[in-house]
């Protein structure tokens, strides 16, 4: 069974860098065909894609966030890693982990929340001094 889990600091002070972790089990990130990708809902707002990284290792992420965005991984633990730099109170949100894609056909990747199958239960960053 796929499962995904998010890891990461609750509080997090203006100007510096976020770092959350997904864990993934069940599947291996570099399953052909899959894309892991974050996501996050601000308070009162919908859903909002930041990015993914691709099986291949490809990363693709919202023109809105691309500035001060990475996403990198760790195989061999089987788990990604997100990075938002230089952040605001605007970046308070609940922020998501969730996979894309399927093993066996090749899609482009999506920045549709909704297209995602497999999510983690979210975790909640604020940035506040």
């Known amino acids: 069974q796929v499962q995904l889990q998010e890891s990461g600091p609750g509080l997090v002070k203006p100007s510096q860098t976020l770092s959350l972790t997904c864990t993934v089990s069940g599947v291996s990130i570099t399953t052909n065909y899959y894309y892991w990708g974050w996501i996050r809902q601000a308070p009162g707002k919908g859903l909002e894609w930041i990015g993914y990284i691709a099986w291949t290792g490809t990363t693709y992420f919202s023109p809105s966030l691309k500035s001060r965005t990475s996403i990198s991984w760790d195989t061999s633990k089987n788990r990604f890693i997100l990075h938002l730099h230089s952040v605001t109170p605007e970046d308070t949100a609940v922020y998501y982990c969730?996979?894309?894609?399927?093993?066996?056909?090749?899609?482009?990747?999506?920045?549709?929340?909704?297209?995602?199958?497999?999510w983690g239960q979210g975790t909640q960053v604020t940035v506040s001094s």
């Open positions: 969730a996979r894309y894609g399927d093993s066996e056909t090749y899609y482009s990747g999506s920045d549709n929340p909704d297209e995602y199958d497999y």
